[in-house]
Each structure stands twice: as C-alpha cells, then as structure tokens.
C-alpha cells in the first residue's frame, strides 16, 4: 500500500512533512474528523491535498478565495492531481459539465465556493457522490466571533446533511477558543457515530521572522523607516488600516511599489495583485483586502505602518513574510494614537442599540412610500450621536437582516433604496440581539486591548504570540525578537582574552568566505554543521570549520550581530545578503585594535538542540555561491514559461531557492537533477528537460 511518505515525495516533491501535517494526515487517513489550526503558511493545503490521493472518492474543498481556486487548482495540475473547481465564475453549462465529471470520478479533488451550498439544485445534483472528505479552509469563516464571518458558511452544516454527513477536516489559521468551539459544533465534528474529533494546533512558530515593534512618533518617522525597508530588504509588503493611508505610503514610495485596497476596482485590484504576485512588483502598500491567501514566498518584509486590531490579523499578515523559511523582518509601527483608527473600526463594525434606534427613526420620517435612495454617507448624517457611517451601514445591515427594510440596488442608479417593511412596526418591536452585538463589541475590543499588549511587550514577543494562539507543541519563543536580541547582549566591554580569541575565530572565518556567503552559512561552519548546505560547497574543509562548536548556534549568530552592529563586518544589501570584514574588522584580527564591544550573554543563549533544523536564521541564510549569470538564464526561462503557460505564478514552476540550488549544483543529467533540493519526479517530468537545457546552454 502506498504510504503517505511516498505520496508527500512522488507527487508534492517534498523530502519531509512539516510541523504538525503527518499526524493531520494520519488522523485524516484513519477516519477521523479533524480541526487542523495552523497559522498561514504552515502547510494546511497538503493536510487534505495529501489524503485526498489515499482515500477512496472524491474530496472537496469549501474555500472562500475565490479569486485564488484556479492558482491551486493548476498547482495540483504541475503536480499531476487531477483537480477542478466550482464557483460563481463559471457559466452553468460548464458547472454543470463539471459536476457530471466530478462524479464519473475524473477528480480527486474539487475545490467549491462556500455560496454554491444555497443552491439546492446544486447540492442535489452532487447528492451521487462518494465523498471520501469534505475539507472546510478558513474554516473560522464559519464563527461569528472570528473577524470574517461569512453568513453562508453557515449553510454548509445543511449541506453536509445531504451529503450524507461525510468526514470532515476543518482547517483555519484563527485559534481563539470561541472559534475552534464554534466551528466544531457547526459542522458537527465528531458527531454521527465518528469518534471526537482531533484538534491539532501546530506549527505558530516562526523562527525565521524577526519580530519587532518600533516607537514612531510622526508620520514621517513611519515613512522614513520603511524607506529603509524597502531599500534593504526590497521585497515586502507594507500594510495599513485605511485607504488614505495606503494611497500616501504608496504614493511617498514612488515607483515599483503597487498599491491595493477595497475601494479600487476588482480590476485594478486584480492588475495590482498580478504585478505583485509575477514578481514585477517588489512592495505592496495595501489594506487588510490584500493577502488573503497571498502566497508569494520570498517576502523578506512585512511592516505594519498602523497596529492592526487583533493578534490574530496581525500574525495573518506579518506570517506572509518568509514562507521560504529565509530570515524576514515584521514590524509594527506603533504610536498609541493610530489605536483610535482600530477603536473606530470596532464601533463601526458593532453599532451600539443607540444608533440602532437613531436610525430606525429616522428612516421612519424621512421613507415615503417610495423609500430613499441616499448614500450611506447622507443616511448617517440623519442620524443623531453618530459621526461613523461605518455604525449606520452595519446598523442598516442589522435592520436589513431582522427583516425591517429592504436595501435594493437598482441598474444604473448610484446606490441602493432603502424601505421600510410594511407594515411598520415600532422600534421596541424589532427583534435585534443586542446583548450579542454588545458581546461582541467587547470581545472584539479585548482582541486589540492584546494586540497594544503585544506592542508594549518587554518580553519574547514571539513567546506571546505562541501563548496566545495556545500552541503549546512548538516550543517556547526563540530569540528573534527586537526584545530578546537587546537582552541576548550585555554593555559595552573591552573583551577578555578568552573572549577575543573567539572573536578572532569568528572574523577570520568572515575573512575566508568574504563576500560569498551569508550569516547562515557562516554560523553552520563555525559551529562545524554537517548539514548539506555547508558539506555540498566544501566549506567544512575551512581551517575555521567547528572553531567555536561549544559554543552553539545561538551564540555564534548573537556574535556575528554584535560584530555587525560595531562595523567589523558589514553585510551587503539585497535579497541575498553576503558577509564581508571591513578595515575595522580585520584590525580587530589580527589584534592590531581592541574595541568594547556588546557580547551576547551565554547563558541567554545556551544552544536549544533541534532548533538549528527548524528554521532558525542559522539554516535559513542564503548562499551566496551560485553562477549568477546562469540563475538569471533560468529566471528568464521560467517567466517565458509562466506566460506561455497562461500567467501561472513563476514561483510554482520553482521558487528563487530550487533556481539559485539549480545555478549552484548545474546538473547535467536527469539523475544530477533529481538530487537537487526542491526538485521531486513530478517537477523533472515537467520541467526537466527544458531547465538542462537551458542549464546546457548557459554553461
Ligand atoms: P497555508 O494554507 O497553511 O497558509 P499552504 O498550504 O499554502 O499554507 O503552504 C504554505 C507553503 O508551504 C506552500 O508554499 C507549500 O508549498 C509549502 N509546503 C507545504 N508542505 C510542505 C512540506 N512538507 N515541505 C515543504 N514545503 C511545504
């Protein structure tokens, strides 16, 4: 029987699991049902993906990216899973073509917008299949205390009651409490005669992401310091909490920057995401509308000009920088006052029973027969005590939804009629859960109280974020954060002899490598690493190699930042950063100078074993060994390939990482080529050929 192992290397071309995803797969593959937390890019798409080509019919996929179910679905394609989708986007001829295939078995899984389960035609017409899982994605969608709620998740409890009740996996990057409850009660997880359901949170640790959070205290600080991003780190995105906002950091960047919020056109927001997503673009500037499902790996930044309102969103977003597991830097920049624009926000979300009743009366005078077609913006000006037209509009929806008005829109008229249901009832009449709305004003107000609790933290922040979420198997924070990098140094000393012994092994191992690799690989041959990435370029052979291994990895990385920070070594800029010695440094050398320096405490930073392999900034520095020229031959190839191939995302041909590996390691054969990292047999099939050639052509 074919094992999991085998599926997770022959068709996803991945050598191991991630954290946590082997015991999902396992639960899932025994029969159970599962709510699977894991923060975004933890690798919740291959918990179902996988299982999905060892169970026996077909799986579905419930997931609200729309706009993202082709790029998943032509990913299963490179790697040989027969898949499709079904949303709104389709005609209903082909929907229905579709469906007929789904069920002459031609998938193995079939990705479905959550709005599709109104349609009963629809779910009659999928009531004859063997549904071997029903895979729900941003699973917290489904609870009203998660911050984005969708009403027709909540049909999709019906819909698996027609469907026979199927297996479930529930999947979501949201791990409060109330919301893991609420999803396992709605989907009834657990129920009709399976065993309780498996709740696995994993994987919220990111070692490779340097938290931060800076004081600022003007605007022009905020700008200044991404600035200084964007110069050095080049790749990331900048988010804000308001339009105006993004339209002014972007329009302060200048060129090569896109921006994107909710209120541009899906045409312009579809352009912007593509030059952002293609690689045309470096730097986004964008509102919490940009990122659901953003998958671009080699952001190196994500810096938060205005504090978001909660840990959860916050993580959400700051998690998109790194998913290649290189270092990358999330910072917010915090000023207490922008907590006003997160308070605004929570009042405009959860209008109070006040403006309730101020609008309902002033619908009652001002509606004829006819209703009123106004803007959201006039309606509120009829409103007394309120200056939010966000308040008016979610306490519009409120009375829309107890069925007191109607709101229509009308072709060609500039907003929408708003008319009161007839007959009139009072206001005392109308049947509006204000304890609920009340509830959830505090509870969304306690979520940004944590969120200013991170930002004024003295501590691990990444140890807050790890206790938050209740991720208890990941382990305690690490050491890069802002806060536990200031504490892993001492003050400024003249060294002991002892003391500058190491320091004159760690220069002289800069001076050897010079410019050609990174901290990473630095730090591995320091402490003698027998990882390939150090073996495979021969650096073991390095009369430095192993020269401060009692040390640890920890330290060692502690000691290259403190000789950073002095000026002794000085890093280049770019994607790629290179270590090199200065003048100053190699006076320190040879000891023709002693300066005070800031050494790391070593009983801060005692080495953690394990935690070389997991991403700590030891593995993931970047190399800086491969034929340059012959990486840029290969990108080039790939973005004709990515257009040939109809605007498929370049980095799902390979990412950077596989091409730079491709560029170091130039194979010749298709044996040479399988041994390269990234590459699996589905990835030779494809591409194979084409990348030796071209590889062929270069050399
Ligand atoms: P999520 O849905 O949790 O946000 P994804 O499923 O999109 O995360 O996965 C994030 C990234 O991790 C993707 O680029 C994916 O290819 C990669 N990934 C998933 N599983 C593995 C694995 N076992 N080894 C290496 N990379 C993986």
């Known amino acids: 029987m074919t094992t999991p192992h085998e599926i997770l290397e022959r068709h996803f071309g991945f050598r191991e699991f991630l954290e946590g995803q082997e015991r999902v797969v396992e639960a899932i593959v025994a029969g159970e049902d599962v709510c699977v937390i894991m923060p975004t890019g933890g690798g919740k798409s291959l918990c179902y993906q996988l299982p999905a080509m060892l169970l026996e019919g077909i799986t579905i996929v419930v997931s609200p990216l729309i706009a993202l179910m082709k790029d998943q679905v032509d990913a299963l394609a490179a790697k040989k899973i027969p898949a499709t989708f079904i949303n709104s986007s389709l005609g209903q001829s082909e929907m229905d073509d579709r469906i007929a295939r789904m069920i002459r078995g031609e998938y193995r899984l079939v990705y479905i917008a959550p709005e599709r389960f109104k349609s009963e035609r629809f779910v009659r017409a999928l009531a004859p299949l063997s549904i071997a899982l029903f895979a729900v994605d941003e699973a917290h969608c489904i609870s009203q205390w998660g911050h984005d709620f969708r009403p027709d998740y909540l049909r999709l409890k019906w819909a698996l009651k027609d469907l026979g009740q199927p297996q479930v996996a529930a999947l979501t990057a949201t ?37 931060g959070v800076s004081h600022v205290k003007s605007k022009a600080d905020k700008l200044a310091r991404i600035q200084e991003y964007v110069r050095q780190l080049q790749t990331g995105i900048v988010y804000c909490a308001t339009r105006k906002n993004v ?96 308070e605004f926000f929570i009042e405009g979300a959860n209008p109070t029973r006040e403006v309730i009743a101020g609008l309902y009366n002033a619908l009652r005078r001002v509606c004829g027969k006819d209703g009123i077609e106004l803007p959201i913006a006039e309606i509120a000006e ?29 072709q060609g008229s500039r907003t929408y009629t708003t008319r009161l249901v007839e007959p009139v009832k009072a206001f005392g009449d109308l049947e509006i859960d204000y304890e609920r709305l009340e509830k959830k004003r505090e509870r969304d107000l306690g979520k940004l109280a944590k969120m200013i609790k991170y930002a004024e933290h003295h501590d691990c922040r990444h140890h807050y974020i790890l206790e938050y979420f209740g991720d208890t198997e990941t382990g305690e ?6 806060n536990c990098l200031s504490k892993a140094t001492g003050p400024a000393r003249f060294p002991t002899d002892e003391e500058t012994v190491m320091i004159q092994k760690a220069l002289s191992c800069v001076a050897r490598v010079d410019g050609r690799y990174g901290r990473g690989r630095i730090v591995q041959t320091l402490v003698g690493s027998r990882s390939k990435d150090v073996l495979d370029v021969g650096l073991d052979r390095l009369s430095t190699y192993g020269l401060l291994k009692d040390l640890g990895a920890d330290y060692v990385w502690g000691l290259l930042n ?115 990292k990234g590459i699996g047999p589905a990835k030779a099939r494809m591409f194979g050929a084409e990348t030796l050639a071209v590889i062929a052509r270069a050399l």
């Open 247 to 342: 339209e002014k950091v972007a329009a302060a960047l200048g060129k090569g920057v896109v921006a994107y919020h909710g209120a541009m056109t899906p045409d312009q927001r579809e352009r912007a995401q593509e030059k952002f997503m293609s690689g045309k673009c470096s730097v986004a500037v964008a509102t919490n509308a940009f990122g659901m499902g953003i998958d671009r790996p080699d952001l190196r930044f994500v810096v938060h000009y205005d504090i978001p309102g909660s840990i959860e969103a916050y993580y959400q977003e700051a998690g998109r920088a790194g998913r290649d597991g290189e270092p990358s830097r999330c910072e917010v920049l915090y000023n207490y006052a922008d907590t006003r624009t997160q």
């Open 382 to 410: 009829l409103v007394p005590n309120t200056k939010n037209d966000m308040a008016v509009g979610s306490a519009l929806y409120q009375l829309e939804r107890a069925g007191f008005i109607t709101r229509e829109y009308r």
């Open 175 to 211: 791990a409060t409490p109330e919301v893991r409850a609420d999803i396992i009660e709605q989907l009834g997880l657990g129920k009709f005669g399976r065993k309780e359901p498996r709740v696995f949170v994993s994987g919220f640790a990111r070692h490779n992401l340097t938290l």
């Open 562 to 676: 403190t000789l950073i920070r002095t000026g002794c070594v000085t890093v280049s800029g770019g994607q790629y950063p290179t270590l090199s010695l200065t003048e100053l440094g190699g006076e320190v050398m040879r000891k023709q100078k002693r300066i005070p320096l800031a050494l790391p405490e070593i009983s801060k930073t005692t080495p953690k074993p394990g935690r070389a392999q997991k991403g700590s900034p030891t593995k993931a520095d970047v190399a800086g060994d491969y034929d340059v020229a012959l990486f840029e031959a290969l990108k080039q190839w790939r973005r004709e390939n990515a257009e040939r191939s109809g605007g498929v995302p370049a980095y799902l041909i390979y990412p950077d990482r596989t091409l730079q590996e491709l560029a170091r390691v130039k194979p010749k054969t298709e044996a040479e080529l399988l041994e390269v």
């Open 477 to 482: 924070g690490c050491t890069v954060c802002d």
